[in-house]
């Protein structure tokens, strides 16, 4: 039995939502710096609803399958519904990862929070700094609850 669900060999191998965004309103990238990986997402926003979501990773396949699940996730979500988008509903979403690419969709994750935060700063939309509890910019100095596995 393959290590991997049929759902993330699909999405890795067909992933949703795939390129640059040019007229985003929103951008967020993250990485992980135990395996190197980056992931940026792009969001649409209009009347608060992400009516388009857009990514590019430059990962793993378990990390191209979680950005494309997310994408798919977060499209037509109320803005602020996407910010309680966890990893683990990606992951199950996705019928799971192995335990050690779990971190591989805590990047998916974090590239939306990011990308809502980076939304919220360039419209000038006031939030309390605390719904993003550890800032997305840390992600790149420590590994958050991430394995530290690559
Ligand atoms: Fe780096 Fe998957 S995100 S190994």
Known sequence: MSLYSDKVMDHFQHPRN??????????GEVGNAVCGDIMRMYIKV????????????????????????????????????????SNKAVAEALDGLPAHKLHCSVLAEEA??????????????????????????????HDHDASPEA
Request: aromatic share 8%; glycine share 8%; with cysteine.
């Open 18 to 27: 795939v390129g640059k965004m040019e007229d985003a309103d929103g951008i």
């Open 46 to 85: 209009r009347d608060g609803i992400i009516t388009d979501v857009s990514f590019i990773t430059f990962g793993c396949g378990s990390a191209i399958a979680s950005s494309s699940m997310a994408t798919e996730m977060i499209k037509g979500m109320p803005i602020e519904k996407a910010l309680e988008l």
């Open 112 to 141: 939306v929070r990011a990308a809502v935060k980076d939304y919220y700063d360039k419209h000038d939309i006031a939030y309390d700094p605390a719904i993003f509890g550890c800032d997305v910019a840390c992600a790149h100095e």
